[in-house]
């Protein structure tokens, strides 16, 4: 069964935290991007808060800062009503930034949609390079993102997180990006860099390779029989967080 919890957490960092990546990689998001800054804050009641900075010159930035003290202030009575508004089913509650309402329908709302894009490619696109390119760098931040929240918040994968040590995960892409999967007392952080010496490595020859595994077209163990993926260092702890992995798709379909 999906748990709201986890999905709120899911859409908030792995989906609403991707727009930081999404204005690095796509000039069209980059030129959506205001001249002035404008900084957005989503709180959950009695769950995440997200603080995030858009200006022109610096792109899409996550900020440390309360996200109650920034420019628009976004509510959601619980976790239930972020995910509904994330479906468009329902709509957040402004507490601040009345002002600033044409940045959230125009600016906004078209990050939203240019983020989809990538994230649910139609087939039309699938020929494009560059498409590709940015959008297989997306949704392995999501992927890995979702996996990591559905370990710290689904009740469903108790038995597999408590059974994992701490250590470290270096998920790296050759030519591509790298991603860090940090765990610590059964909890899991992501960095986008490889901070510190890994207890455990996979290795993705392209991103080729991270595309068809993402999207089914071809399996895990062929691609490690092929060489395509290259696995070294404590091999529990990458079966573990591949199982976290697996139910991604599961949180993420219902989503959609």
Do not use: W
């Not at 600016?107 to 894009?117: A, D, G, I, K, V």
């Not at 991103?207 to 696995?231: E, H, M, P, W, Y």
């Amino acid at each position: 069964m999906m748990d709201a919890e986890t999905s709120a957490y899911i859409n908030l960092y792995g989906l609403l935290g991707n727009l930081v990546n999404l204005c690095q990689l796509d000039s069209e998001a980059k030129s959506l991007l205001p001249k002035k800054a404008v900084s957005v804050g989503f709180v959950i009641y009695k769950g995440p808060s997200l603080a995030l900075r858009f200006e022109a010159t610096s792109g899409c930035q996550r900020l440390d800062a309360s996200a109650l003290s920034q420019n628009i202030v976004l509510v959601f009575r619980s976790v239930r009503h972020f995910n509904a508004m994330m479906s468009g089913k329902a709509m957040p509650i402004i507490v601040k930034g009345f002002t600033k309402l044409r940045f959230l329908t125009g600016t906004f709302s078209h990050l939203s949609q240019r983020l989809e894009h990538f994230l649910k490619p139609q087939p039309q696109y699938l020929n494009d390079n560059q498409f590709n390119d940015i959008s297989t760098r997306l949704t392995l931040f999501t992927a890995v993102v979702a996996a990591a929240q559905i370990g710290n918040h689904d009740p469903e994968v108790k038995a597999i997180t408590g059974a994992l040590s701490d250590g470290n995960i270096a998920l790296t892409v050759k030519g591509g990006p790298s991603l860090e999967v940090q765990v610590r007392t059964h909890q899991f952080t992501v960095t986008e860099q490889i901070k510190d010496r890994a207890n455990a490595y996979m290795e993705f020859a392209d991103l080729g390779t991270v595309g068809d595994l993402l999207a089914g077209r071809i399996d895990a163990f062929s691609a490690i029989a092929s060489n395509k993926i290259q696995l070294a260092g404590f091999i529990p702890l990458l079966d573990g967080f591949d199982k976290l992995l697996f139910r991604v798709n599961y949180y993420l379909k219902q989503e959609s």
